[in-house]
């Protein structure tokens, strides 16, 4: 397996990252026990979580998923764990996701208040990499970046990165880092796939330009890329299918991003593509998300250990430029999908 380092940092990391954002809703601890386990034997040494898992997020939820993860990693040696979570910041009691940026609170109040949190769930005593899960325009970004940089002083963090955020959100926190001669971000953790190349145009430059690493988010794009959504009826046990009559507006719409007639189309266009190549969907999606040299990780996510196989057979698989090509022209032909 190729390792890859994050950043200018030291922190060596396997080409796939097990995500935990099932672990407590859709995922009980048996068979979260049971995902960490098959991932780790498969020589995964990265696994991403957030004080606010899991998903959909909820007051009385929040922070299961991490104390999950923390008992499992009393069987397994800390160091041979890189454990990345994330601060979300605080409004309105707990935790109001974003629906516009500006509704987080990443001060230095909240980033102190939550790593202690995150600390004690994990029941570790230091974390690899912290991030930002929404960058928070109300607060001054040099503000969160000295209490990020306090806490790497602390030893309480090794290195720090970013999340949904944009080039401009990017490139200003680590410009401010450099000009107070704080800790940079070493990662930004973003949705990219098939479906979502996005990536490509902006971010994929300044991640290359500064050895900044992008570490992609939903790589089957929710669940779409493995087809389970082209048949004739939306299954309604799976993410979206139970979204799209969501009472909430904000989930309907994250819904009709994911799936829609263009994603659908796509989708339709890339098994086709897996067949030709005798591979599964979602290992066509996962190999795809992971090629390019500004990746330092792919983050999966599995509600069973039977998910895990086609994202794992990705491992070690770097498509042919062939294959990009016909992607590419995928791509051109149904340009955006998601938005």
């Known amino acids: 397996m190729q390792y890859r380092y994050i950043g200018r940092s030291g922190l060596r990391v396997s080409p796939i990252c097990m995500g935990t954002m099932t672990f407590g809703s859709s995922c009980d601890k048996k068979e979260a026990f049971a995902i960490l386990d098959e991932a780790y034997d498969k020589g995964i040494n990265f696994i991403d979580t957030a004080e606010i898992y899991p998903v959909p997020p909820t007051a009385k939820d929040a922070g299961k998923t991490e104390e999950m993860v923390g008992e499992w990693l009393q069987s397994k040696p800390r160091e041979s764990i890189i454990l990345a979570s994330k601060v979300a910041g605080a409004a309105n009691g707990w935790f109001v996701p974003p629906i516009r940026h500006g509704l987080t609170a990443i001060d230095r109040f ?12 994990l029941k570790v005593d ?10 928070d325009t109300l607060i001054p970004i040099e503000e969160s970046l000295r209490a990020f940089d306090e806490l790497i002083k602390e030893g309480k963090v090794r290195y720090i990165g970013t999340s949904n955020d944009s080039v401009y959100g990017l490139t200003k926190a680590n410009e401010r880092a450099a000009r107070y001669s704080l800790a940079r971000f070493e990662s930004i953790q973003n949705n990219f796939s098939l479906n979502n190349p996005r990536a490509l145009d902006e971010i994929a430059k300044i991640c290359q330009d500064e050895q900044i690493s992008l570490l992609p988010y939903s790589p089957i794009a929710g669940g779409v890329l ?16 139970a979204y799209i009559n969501n009472k909430s507006a904000r989930v309907r719409a994250q819904a009709a991003r994911f799936v829609n007639e263009k994603t659908l189309a796509t989708t339709a266009k890339y098994a086709e593509l897996a067949q030709e190549l005798g591979i599964h969907p979602v290992t066509l ?10 990746v330092a990780s792919t983050i999966i996510g599995a509600t069973s250990k039977a998910q895990l196989a086609p994202s794992l057979a990705a491992m070690d698989m770097h498509l042919s430029d062939e294959t990009m090509t016909r992607i590419a022209e995928i791509q051109q032909t149904i340009m955006y999908p998601m938005g």
Do not use: T
């Not at 909240?110 to 769930?121: D, N, T, V």
């Not at 230091?126 to 960058?135: G, K, R």
């Open 110 to 121: 909240h980033i102190k208040r939550a790593i202690e949190g995150s600390l004690r769930r």
């Open 126 to 135: 230091y974390l690899d990499l912290y991030q930002m899960h929404w960058p």
């Open 226 to 241: 493995s087809g389970k959504y082209n048949g004739d009826l939306i299954p309604q046990d799976a993410r979206y299918g």
């Open 285 to 294: 999606a996962v190999a795809y998300s992971k090629q390019f040299d500004f």
